[in-house]
C-alpha cells in the first residue's frame, strides 16, 4: 500500500520536474501580464510611466 502511494507520489514528481521548461515559455509572460494589470490598478497614474 505505501509502496504504491511512494511510486505514484515519485511519477507524480517526476511529472512535475518535466514540465517546467514549458510551462516557462508561456507562464512568465502571462505573470508579468497579471503583475502588471494589478499595478495599473492600484496607482492611478500608471499610465504615464509607460
Given amino acids: 500500500q505505501i509502496h504504491q502511494v511512494l511510486s505514484w507520489a515519485w511519477k ?3 511529472a512535475e520536474d518535466k514540465r517546467p ?3 516557462k515559455t ?16 492600484m496607482s492611478p497614474n500608471s499610465a504615464s510611466l509607460k
Fill in 12 to 14: 507524480h514528481q517526476y
Fill in 21 to 23: 521548461e514549458m510551462l
Fill in 26 to 41: 508561456w507562464r512568465k509572460p502571462l505573470f508579468e501580464e497579471r503583475v502588471m494589470g494589478l499595478l495599473e490598478k
